[in-house]
């Protein structure tokens, strides 16, 4: 073999076909519950409408002659999908006609609706799990909102599976103007192990929504003024501001487990923050604002965040720590906390004191360790005054 790029596709392409679709369908499916080929008006009769359980590779597009009351017959027992679902380029407006499915479960093609021209909710309610690789909702250009408010468990394809490939990458946009993901919804994505939001366009929506469990408060609006800090809040939706004013009551904080918004913490007396003990998300979606914002404090050298998984943001810079003490910049272990462990796709990278955790470990790496280059301000003196005695 010339090519090494032949022999990858070749390799890839032997791995595909290993997964074999209708071994997997006859493993998932009474045989009479399998349904192969388009669906339209000619093969309508032959789908399987009766079962609850279908085996499929269910793609609709711009050229199924079925109208959506069609549809919503044909799939009205259908709770759990094997195989895919594509919709492409359908003339629909929702995809409701799918409110009855629970699950959805991919072997080789993905969960896709893309291009759907007049498509403005998605509005399956009561789909809880996908079991494929990458959810890409995209190019649905009225799209205004997703109402798949109990989507809350994905895990790989099979196909993925049985290649040991774990992540799961969710892509959901739309160009709609004031498109926007609920704070349900959101918790429910950030919350899926192994998650990539790829990519996720437009914002939270105004205002939060209670969680089924837990508490959710409103913080700030704008970053000069401090959030009244409640006791027992599981979510706060805005900016989390903590200032000289507000700043004794920080302990509060120790239950909130999402920010939807930013934190911006300024001009404290903090030495350390260490109050988010239970910190796990922050979808900084739609502000324009880094997720998190740690300036001017002179006393903070430290900082703890023991269970914060996961930064999601739309292009600003992730987190910005300025003019606190000088450990942060010396020690590079603050920065790349946040770069190692949290960063998603395409976010920016944190800045502190401007300075990125790259020329942060270049510069630790041409100095001595700190603590002994504290002492070598001390070593030079001696040096000089060794020198100008010998003189
Ligand atoms: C339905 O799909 C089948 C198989 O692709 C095709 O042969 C048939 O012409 C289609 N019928 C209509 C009405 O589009
Ligand atoms: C959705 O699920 C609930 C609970 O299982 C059920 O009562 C309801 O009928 C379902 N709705 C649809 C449209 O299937
Ligand atoms: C997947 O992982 C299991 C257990 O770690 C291993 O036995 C198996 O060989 C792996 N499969 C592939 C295709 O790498
Ligand atoms: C948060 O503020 C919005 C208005 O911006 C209001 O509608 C909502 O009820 C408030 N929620 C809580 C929990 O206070
Ligand atoms: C920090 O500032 C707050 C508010 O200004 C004040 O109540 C507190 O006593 C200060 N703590 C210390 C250790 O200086
Ligand atoms: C740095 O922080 C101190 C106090 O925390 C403040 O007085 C000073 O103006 C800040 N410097 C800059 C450049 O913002
Ligand atoms: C920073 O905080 C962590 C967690 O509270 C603690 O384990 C660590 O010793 C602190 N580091 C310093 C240098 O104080």
Same mark, same amino acid.
């Given at each position: 073999?010339?090519?090494? !790029? /032949?022999?990858?596709?070749?390799?890839?392409?032997?791995?595909?076909?290993?997964?074999?679709?209708?071994?997997?369908?006859?493993?998932?499916?009474?045989?009479? *519950?399998?349904?192969?080929?388009?669906?339209?008006?000619?093969?309508?009769?032959?789908?399987?409408?009766?079962?609850?359980? &279908?085996?499929?590779?269910?793609?609709?597009?711009?050229?199924?002659?079925?109208?959506?009351?069609?549809?919503?017959?044909?799939?009205?027992?259908?709770?759990?999908?094997?195989?895919?679902?594509? /919709?492409?380029?359908?003339?629909?407006?929702?995809?409701?006609?799918?409110?009855?499915?629970?699950?959805?479960?991919?072997? /080789?093609?993905?969960?896709? &609706?893309?291009?759907?021209?007049?498509?403005?909710?998605?509005?399956?309610?009561?789909?809880?799990?996908?079991?494929?690789?990458?959810?890409?909702?995209?190019?649905?250009?009225?799209?205004?909102? /997703?109402? &798949?408010?109990?989507?809350?468990?994905?895990?790989?394809? @099979?196909?993925?599976?049985?290649?040991?490939?774990? +992540?799961?990458?969710?892509?959901?946009?739309?160009?709609?103007?004031?498109?926007?993901?609920?704070?349900?919804?959101?918790?429910?994505?950030?919350?899926?192990?192994?998650?990539?939001?790829?990519?996720?366009?437009?914002?939270? *929506?105004?205002?939060?929504?209670?969680?089924?469990?837990?508490?959710?408060?409103?913080?700030?609006?704008?970053? $000069?003024?401090?959030?009244?800090?409640?006791? +027992?809040?599981?979510?706060?939706?805005?900016?989390?501001?903590?200032?000289?004013?507000?700043?004794?009551?920080?302990?509060?904080?120790?239950?909130?487990?999402?920010?939807?918004?930013?934190?911006?913490?300024?001009?404290?007396?903090?030495?350390?923050?260490?109050?988010?003990?239970?910190?796990?998300?922050?979808?900084?979606?739609?502000?324009?604002?880094?997720?998190?914002?740690?300036?001017?404090?002179?006393?903070?050298?430290?900082?703890? !965040?023991?269970?914060?998984?996961?930064?999601?943001?739309?292009?600003?810079?992730?987190?910005?720590?300025?003019?606190?003490?000088?450990?942060?910049?010396?020690?590079?272990?603050? *920065?790349? !906390?946040?770069? $190692?462990?949290?960063?998603?796709? +395409?976010?920016?990278?944190?800045?502190? $004191?401007?300075?990125?955790?790259?020329?942060?470990?270049?510069?630790?790496?041409?100095?001595?360790?700190?603590? !002994? @280059?504290?002492?070598?301000?001390?070593?030079?003196?001696?040096?000089?005054?060794? &020198?100008?005695?010998?003189?």
């Amino acid at each position: 073999m010339k090519n090494p !790029f /032949l022999l990858a596709i070749l390799i890839v392409t032997s791995h595909c076909l290993d997964f074999n679709e209708s071994e997997f369908f006859k493993s998932k499916c009474d045989a009479s *519950c399998i349904f192969y080929g388009d669906l339209n008006s000619t093969t309508i009769g032959s789908f399987p409408s009766s079962c609850t359980t &279908i085996c499929a590779r269910l793609g609709i597009d711009n050229n199924c002659d079925l109208s959506k009351n069609q549809l919503m017959l044909v799939f009205q027992n259908m709770k759990h999908l094997i195989g895919s679902l594509i /919709l492409y380029r359908t003339k629909f407006t929702s995809a409701k006609f799918l409110r009855t499915l629970e699950s959805v479960e991919c072997g /080789l093609a993905d969960f896709t &609706i893309s291009y759907n021209p007049k498509m403005e909710e998605i509005g399956m309610t009561n789909l809880t799990t996908i079991k494929c690789s990458l959810i890409d909702i995209h190019g649905n250009e009225e799209l205004k909102k /997703l109402n &798949i408010p109990n989507l809350n468990y994905a895990s790989p394809s @099979a196909e993925n599976l049985e290649a040991n490939k774990t +992540g799961i990458e969710i892509n959901i946009d739309s160009e709609k103007y004031g498109f926007c993901i609920t704070s349900v919804e959101m918790y429910n994505f950030i919350n899926i192990e192994n998650v990539n939001l790829k990519k996720l366009g437009g914002g939270i *929506c105004e205002p939060g929504i209670q969680p089924s469990s837990g508490k959710l408060c409103n913080a700030s609006h704008n970053v $000069d003024e401090e959030t009244e800090i409640q006791d +027992g809040c599981t979510q706060m939706f805005g900016k989390v501001v903590i200032n000289p004013k507000n700043v004794q009551n920080v302990q509060k904080l120790s239950s909130v487990e999402i920010i939807f918004g930013v934190l911006y913490i300024e001009n404290t007396n903090l030495t350390t923050i260490d109050f988010l003990q239970n910190l796990k998300y922050i979808s900084a979606l739609g502000y324009g604002y880094p997720a998190i914002t740690v300036q001017n404090n002179p006393y903070l050298s430290n900082f703890s !965040f023991p269970n914060l998984k996961r930064i999601k943001n739309n292009g600003e810079s992730s987190v910005v720590f300025t003019n606190n003490t000088q450990e942060f910049i010396l020690d590079p272990k603050y *920065c790349s !906390f946040f770069e $190692d462990q949290l960063g998603q796709g +395409g976010w920016e990278k944190p800045k502190f $004191d401007g300075n990125s955790c790259y020329t942060l470990i270049q510069e630790a790496n041409t100095r001595p360790p700190y603590k !002994f @280059a504290k002492n070598l301000d001390l070593i030079i003196v001696v040096l000089f005054m060794s &020198i100008a005695q010998i003189l």
